[in-house]
């Protein structure tokens, strides 16, 4: 048998892997389990279990004269110290919370509390509590407009065609959906392609403008020769 013996010693309140002289008695051993188990050696039964994955019980170490070699123990074994007389050693209060008094707290309570979880976030704006910038927006429906294609833009005045070309066709930051960006033959529009600052085209001054799809009409529409002194 080895000189030293590496064995597993479980309690109620501990767990630790130890070593010992197989020479020592069980007495002895005893009194050492007790410094550190907490459990009075004339209270303990100490059994000797195969391992930590089995728990079968090989043998008790119940002769206090014996050698703790008699027994043949082997290396990772695991010696499991019981209390005989836990009502007089409190074995096993150290971990039972069952006797604990609770702490409870309103939701009303908690949620006026100044030092809690729940006021961080709404201080901070996190979590469910962050600003709803990242919102995913409702999928917007395609639309089958080819950038350079001429067209024609509705309009309200009678008798005046707006024709151009396609410059843009997306979403845009200054409105919702999907945009046409058309930059006109004549400058009969209210920009250059940019809007508050994001340019989605270019062109000259008051030749751009932003529509709707549904206001333009896609087709083989020419330039007009337009007289806009006389309009």
Known sequence: MSSTLHVFVVSPDTR?????DPHITIGQLKSKLELFTGIPAFSQLISVLNSDDDPTVVVQLSDDSKALGFYSLRDWQVLKVDDLNPSASFTGQLTDVSQVEKFELSDDAYAERKDSVLAYKQQHKVGR????TDQVREASPAVDIALGSRCEVESSEPGL?????????????????????????????????SVQGNVYFTCRPNYGVFVKPDKVKIGDFPELDLDLDEM
């Open 16 to 20: 630790s892997e130890r070593r010992f």
């Open 129 to 132: 509590f962050a600003p709803k």
């Open 161 to 193: 065609s707006k024709r151009g070309t396609v410059r843009f066709v997306g979403e845009t930051n200054f409105a919702s959906g999907v945009w046409v960006g058309v930059e006109y033959d004549e400058p009969l529009g209210r920009n250059n392609g």
